[in-house]
């Protein structure tokens, strides 16, 4: 899938490619957690433990360029799979393997609790997005019952032009669809798709989305002065799909996307709350539920999850293992948790700073009396700090 020269940048980038289309990265926040520096948004919203999770892709190569995305142009692009298809058992091992491997410098670091580094061998989560479009992977459906053998949950990114894979893809533990822009033309000059008929398969997408009994997500990529506006008809395309969760995240200045994109438009995080007020507005059957500051994320939730006035958008991580082994039929509100934190902060981002220090590292800090108070890490130089379209 890739040549000599993608795959010498990839690795360069920390990626391990795994047999022929797939690849793992560590995640910033897997990092920060086992330093105790804090998790990722999705330990926020659902209970994703970061420390325990692998984030890999099975397939390197998609059928957009998006603007917003890391990813260079040189990485692969197609519509059909061209390639030998892998054993899932072998991705399965091989994609751990590596991610331990990744982490093997962890051990005996002074940040890291030399327990929590133990439990972080054990990986209770997958994060399918990373890089391209995991979905196309033509045995996609053996490496989830893999992984739920395993007791490891999975969470799926697709960017909506693989319709019938979303159709025919069993459960997993929640599945997302990214919805990049509003109307036909702004997708097309975000997504940059290969395929003609994209508007059609993104519908479509939405609609089989509608159809799924677990849990499910629309994200979008919040991109100021690009796609944050247009309320209703974000508002019907998410009423189609009819999603367990809404995500709204702002872009993040990182990777390649920064020769196609500026700083600017990144919105600051009050402007995403700001956002998803507004769509609040037009899905009266959804509320916000909480946020994630330093990854600027919103997330909101059918009204179902509150339940005697809880929100309950924690996963049960062991009941899903369970249903999903089971064969039986079952549906998200089978395998819920109460959500531990919920509501907005308030915290205002125009007042912080974002510091880029020679490493490369981007900070998100607070301007105060007392001088500068680092707030959070965030990777700036190739790596999302957190999943793609990834979403994750
Ligand atoms: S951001 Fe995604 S890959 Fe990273 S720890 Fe969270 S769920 Fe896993």
């Known amino acids: 899938m890739l040549t000599p020269e993608a795959r010498a940048e990839l690795e360069k980038q920390q990626y391990r490619v795994v047999g022929e289309h797939s690849a793992v990265k560590v995640c910033h926040w897997t990092k920060s957690m ?109 490496l989830i019952r893999l992984f739920h053998e395993r007791g490891i949950s999975t969470f799926l990114v697709t960017n909506a032009q693989y319709p019938e894979q979303i159709r025919d893809l069993a459960p997993v533990t929640q599945l997302y669809v990214s919805l990049d822009a509003p109307t036909k033309d702004l997708l097309k000059t975000i997504d940059v798709p290969l395929f003609r008929d994209y508007w059609e398969r993104l519908q479509q997408s939405l609609a089989y989305l509608a159809q799924k009994k677990q849990r499910t997500t629309v994200r979008l990529t ?100 369970e249903l999903a082994l089971s064969g039986k039929n079952f549906t998200s509100m089978d395998y819920l948790k109460p959500t531990p934190k919920v509501g907005l902060s308030g915290v205002i981002t125009k007042r912080m700073f974002t510091e880029i220090d020679s490493s490369g590292e981007m900070s998100l800090g607070e301007k105060g009396l007392g001088g500068r108070k680092i707030l959070a890490p965030i990777e700036a130089t190739t790596a999302p700090q957190s999943c793609q379209s990834c979403p994750l």
């Not at 982490?103 to 994060?127: C, D, T, W």
């Not at 008809?233 to 196609?260: H, N």
């Not at 994630?292 to 929100?311: D, E, G, L, P, T």
Request: hydrophobic letters at 35%.
């Open 222 to 321: 919040c991109i100021k002065g690009m796609n944050m506006d247009n309320i209703s008809e974000y508002a019907r395309l998410i009423q189609k799909a009819s999603p367990d969760f809404i995500e709204l995240k702002g872009y993040m200045f990182v990777g390649a996307s920064r020769q196609r994109l500026v700083k600017e438009n990144m919105p600051y995080h009050e402007e995403v709350v700001d956002f998803a007020k507004e769509l609040e507005k037009e899905l009266p059957g959804y509320e916000t539920v909480t946020e994630h500051v330093s990854s600027r994320a919103v997330m909101m939730a059918k009204k179902q999850f509150n339940i005697n006035n809880k929100w309950h958008t924690w996963i049960d991580f062991p009941k899903f293992q």
């Open 34 to 142: 086992m330093k105790s520096e804090g998790g990722c948004y999705k330990l926020t919203f659902y209970g994703i433990q970061s420390y325990q999770c692998m984030q890999m892709t099975t397939s390197m190569s998609c059928a957009n360029r998006c603007q917003f995305c890391w990813r260079g142009y040189k990485a692969p692009v197609s519509k059909e799979w061209k390639w030998t298809v892998d054993d899932p058992l072998m991705v399965l091992e091989a994609s751990l393997s590596a991610h331990h491997d990744l982490l093997a410098g962890f051990k005996g670091n002074k940040q890291v609790k030399p327990k929590v580094y133990e439990q972080s061998r054990r990986i209770k989560h997958v994060a399918l997005s990373l890089t391209g479009e995991p979905i196309t992977y033509p045995r996609i459906n053996e």
